[in-house]
């Protein structure tokens, strides 16, 4: 398959934004799972999230996922909404989607003749979105806490390219992308691509844009789509994204018995939840997503360490004995 270019023009008159999307980093780790595709998302956590999918609905996707293409429906993409957006949103995207467009997106994507691994989606494709959305749902839960780690990063990101755009320096982000996706001499160039459409130019256009999305999924990610009639977006390992994952597999600190076993930000609610924290405490002095901390407080809370209690309106977390045993057991010089 042929490269694709699209001749951006003096990028000064190229309307350029940057996205936090965590849509497009799930899709960026299922590739790496289940498409063969190498995003560099570390083993640790490949094998996290692997051991969280339902079986069959991965089983489902494999085949898709790894077609000889890569090419995927735009309303698979995760990224219907292209702007900032979180992951509760994007799954309502997928409960959303309606069967019978997907299905005529799909059979036109192959001239009216899908191959087989896609037949299934055009015959009952209720039953597909249903899959789908428990794939994505199972693979988001495992993913979620490094996803939250990677906040500052997505931040510092997006004041890299805004400062770019006003200095002048776009042209200097671009080239270094890290991308498999390349610019030079006013080109996009997107390997093994076949868009649907006619190339067409974003320089001086009101309506389409290039978005850039960072990917926090794995150092090698890179993904792209010029489906859209309103922009072409590209996808690209998020800057920084090496500190994160160097500092997991340096694991707690020294003598940390208590994160050692449990892990650190576990071990940290464990220990605050002496005085019966709500959620929203404990995201607040951790740092994290309510999100994240449910997550976690849910595996304590199955291991016997952590119990809830109603009091009024909210539910307080407590360390039952066992908790309490263990993190005096662990915390012991």
């Given at each position: 398959?042929?490269?694709?270019?699209?001749?951006?023009?003096?990028?000064?008159?190229?309307?350029?934004?940057?996205?936090?999307?965590?849509?497009?980093?799930?899709?960026?780790?299922?590739?790496?799972?289940?498409?063969?595709?190498?995003?560099?998302?570390?083993?640790?956590?490949?094998?996290?999230?692997?051991r969280s999918l339902p079986a069959a609905d991965a089983a489902g996707m494999v085949a898709l996922l790894s077609s000889a293409d890569g090419w995927l429906p735009e309303s698979l993409a995760l990224l219907r909404t292209l702007d900032s957006i979180?992951?509760?949103?994007?799954?309502?995207?997928?409960?959303?989607?309606?069967?019978?467009?997907?299905?005529?997106?799909?059979?036109?994507?192959?001239?009216?003749?899908?191959?087989?691994?896609?037949?299934?989606?055009?015959?009952?494709?209720?039953?597909?979105?249903?899959?789908?959305?428990?794939?994505?749902?199972?693979?988001?839960?495992?993913?979620?806490?490094?996803?939250?780690?990677?906040?500052?990063?997505?931040?510092?990101?997006?004041?890299?390219?805004?400062?770019?755009?006003?200095?002048?320096?776009?042209?200097?982000?671009?080239?270094?992308?890290?991308?498999?996706?390349?610019?030079?001499?006013?080109?996009?160039?997107?390997?093994?691509?076949?868009?649907?459409?006619?190339?067409?130019?974003?320089?001086?256009?009101?309506?389409?844009?290039?978005?850039?999305?960072?990917?926090?999924?794995?150092?090698?990610?890179?993904?792209?789509?010029?489906?859209?009639?309103?922009?072409?977006?590209?996808?690209?390992?998020?800057?920084?994204?090496?500190?994160?994952?160097?500092?997991?597999?340096?694991?707690?600190?020294?003598?940390?018995?208590?994160?050692?076993?449990?892990?650190?930000?576990?071990?940290?609610?464990?220990?605050?939840?002496?005085?019966?924290?709500?959620?929203?405490?404990?995201?607040?002095?951790?740092?994290?997503?309510?999100?994240?901390?449910?997550?976690?407080?849910?595996?304590?809370?199955?291991?016997?360490?952590?119990?809830?209690?109603?009091?009024?309106?909210?539910?307080?977390?407590?360390?039952?004995?066992?908790?309490?045993?263990?993190?005096?057991?662990?915390?012991?010089?």
């Open positions: 398959m042929d490269d694709y270019v699209i001749p951006l023009g003096p990028l000064e008159h190229v309307s350029v934004s940057v996205i936090r999307h965590p849509g497009a980093t799930m899709l960026s780790v299922l590739s790496d799972l289940l498409g063969g595709r190498k995003h560099g998302v570390p083993a640790v956590r490949r094998d996290v999230v692997r979180d992951m509760a949103t994007v799954l309502e995207e997928v409960d959303g989607l309606d069967p019978d467009l997907l299905a005529a997106e799909v059979d036109a994507g192959f001239g009216g003749d899908p191959p087989p691994v896609w037949r299934a989606v055009v015959d009952r494709p209720e039953a597909f979105v249903a899959s789908y959305h428990r794939l994505v749902a199972a693979a988001w839960d495992s993913f979620a806490p490094l996803w939250t780690e990677s906040d500052g990063l997505h931040a510092r990101e997006a004041e890299r390219v805004g400062v770019a755009a006003v200095s002048g320096g776009l042209e200097i982000v671009m080239n270094g992308l890290r991308s498999a996706v390349s610019f030079d001499g006013g080109r996009l160039q997107l390997p093994n691509c076949r868009p649907n459409s006619a190339p067409w130019q974003l320089a001086n256009t009101e309506h389409r844009r290039l978005v850039l999305v960072p990917l926090a999924s794995g150092l090698t990610a890179s993904m792209y789509s010029v489906e859209r009639e309103d922009a072409v977006w590209v996808g690209y390992p998020l800057p920084g994204l090496g500190q994160i994952l160097d500092r997991r597999r340096a694991g707690p600190a020294p003598g940390d018995a208590l994160a050692l076993v449990l892990g650190p930000v576990r071990a940290a609610i464990l220990r605050h939840a002496g005085n019966a924290p709500s959620v929203s405490d404990l995201a607040s002095r951790l740092e994290l997503g309510p999100s994240t901390v449910t997550y976690h407080c849910d595996h304590l809370v199955n291991a016997g360490l952590l119990e809830r209690a109603r009091r009024g309106r909210e539910v307080r977390l407590n360390r039952t004995d066992r908790g309490t045993g263990l993190m005096n057991l662990l915390s012991a010089p």
